[in-house]
């Protein structure tokens, strides 16, 4: 039986072979035909701003006849080389299909940035351009609005695996998810996740995937800058969070009839993490953290796309098991030696170091 990441792969690759157009909205909308826009450059008119950074393509900043635009032109070949990043585009205008139509069935999607337009032959994506600024992740309003929209996606049945700041800006009353390229489909009421047979991964939810994609990469600062207590007091604020938003999360997906095993799942995950924030939340942020980062870490090896952030990451977690070993064998999360574990992670330094992309191709 084929994974469920084995499916979706099949039906992106069938849908770029079939040559097909795959199309969203309405193009007399917009200030000019789609062929214009799938040819801006940096200098053409109506252009403030030309965003390089992304993995998947250009993002230019257009005002044109009274509209403020986001145009994402993708580019042919992904930076991310893997099967998931190259087909992160057709995966991401299936996915803004999708919630269009829910969002017209009466679905509610806080946070959900909506497309104007989107086109697979003109490899263009074209949304509202959002003011913002990267999220601050120490704020409670930011960290309850990003798990909002986790739950409501959730339900609606799409599973975002990227939540990385490169796809999030905060315009200061909402927090928007405006990149949906590694954004899966799954049954919310059979199944707890997009990987897998949907019940075979159970380590990756919403809280594990905002800590490892997100947040943990801002306590990296927070720990670097403040120290490790005040790390520690925004991981509790986090966690406490993640797990009130997963009480809601099952508490609806209960109401709605969802099946025992998704619904275990998370309550068992709901126990462990409650038990082990009230312990000791120290030793939780360092357990939490260590999975996270080495998630992380594994995720940009596997798609070559390294940054200056992976090598932070690796600091970070040669420092923590170099001083806590015994914590993170205690909680079953070393299936080696520390020795082996320490030379693994050197190793994977040494290919972080190898992977580095050029500067401004760090933001998935
Ligand atoms: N609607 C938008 N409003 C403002 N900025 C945007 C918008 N969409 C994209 N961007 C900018 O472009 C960058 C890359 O966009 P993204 O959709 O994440 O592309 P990629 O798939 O290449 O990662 C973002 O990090 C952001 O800076
Ligand atoms: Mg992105």
Same mark, same amino acid.
Request: glycine fraction near 8%; charge should be negative.
């Given at each position: ?227 490790? @207590? $005040?790390?520690? %007091?925004?991981?509790?604020?986090? #966690? ?6 997963? +009480? /809601? =999360?099952?508490? !609806? ?72 070993? @015994? $914590?993170?064998? %205690?909680?079953?999360?070393?299936? #080696? ?6 030379? +693994? /992670? =050197?190793?994977? !330094? ?15």
């Amino acid at each position: 039986m084929p994974t469920l990441d084995e499916q979706r792969q099949q039906a992106a690759l069938a849908w770029l072979a079939s040559g097909c157009e795959l199309s969203i909205g309405d193009a007399s909308r917009l200030p000019c035909p789609p062929e214009a826009l799938a040819a801006l450059t940096p200098s053409s008119t109506g252009v403030h701003r030309h965003v390089a950074s992304g993995l998947t393509g250009d993002v230019y900043e257009l005002r044109l006849h009274g509209q403020h635009l986001a145009v994402k032109v993708a580019r042919t070949e992904s930076r991310v080389r893997n099967l998931d990043g190259e087909t992160a585009f057709v995966n991401e205008l299936l996915r803004h299909q999708e919630l269009a139509t829910a969002r017209d069935a009466g679905a509610a999607l806080p946070g959900i940035l909506h497309a104007h337009y989107g086109s697979l032959r003109h490899r263009l994506l074209v949304t509202p351009w959002v003011d913002g600024g990267p999220p601050d992740l120490s704020d409670a309003r930011v960290l309850r609005q990003l798990f909002n929209t986790g739950v409501h996606l959730h339900l609606a049945g799409h599973f975002e695996w990227d939540w990385s700041p490169g796809n999030l800006l905060d315009d200061g009353q909402q927090v928007w998810l405006f990149d949906f390229g590694y954004q899966y489909r799954f049954d919310p009421l059979t199944q707890f996740n997009s990987a897998g047979d949907g019940l075979s991964c159970p380590q990756h939810h919403l809280v594990e995937r905002l800590g490892a994609r997100c947040v943990f990469a801002a306590l990296l600062d927070t720990e670097t800058t403040w120290g490790l @207590a $005040a790390a520690v %007091a925004q991981f509790t604020q986090f #966690q406490a969070l993640g797990l009130a938003a997963m +009480q /809601l =999360l099952h508490a !609806q997906l209960a109401q709605r009839g969802a099946q025992a095993k998704p619904l275990q799942t998370l309550q068992d995950w709901r126990s462990k993490a409650g038990t082990a924030l009230a312990c000791d939340p120290a030793t939780a942020y360092r357990c939490e953290g260590w999975v996270a980062h080495l998630t992380d870490v594994l995720d940009d090896l596997h798609g070559q796309s390294c940054d200056p952030r992976t090598l932070q990451r690796l600091d970070w977690l040669q420092q923590v098991l170099h001083q806590h070993a @015994a $914590a993170l064998q %205690a909680a079953g999360l070393l299936n #080696q030696p520390p020795s082996a574990m320490q030379a +693994q /992670l =050197l190793q994977y !330094q040494a290919q972080a170091q190898q992977w580095q992309l050029a500067p401004g191709g760090s933001a998935r």
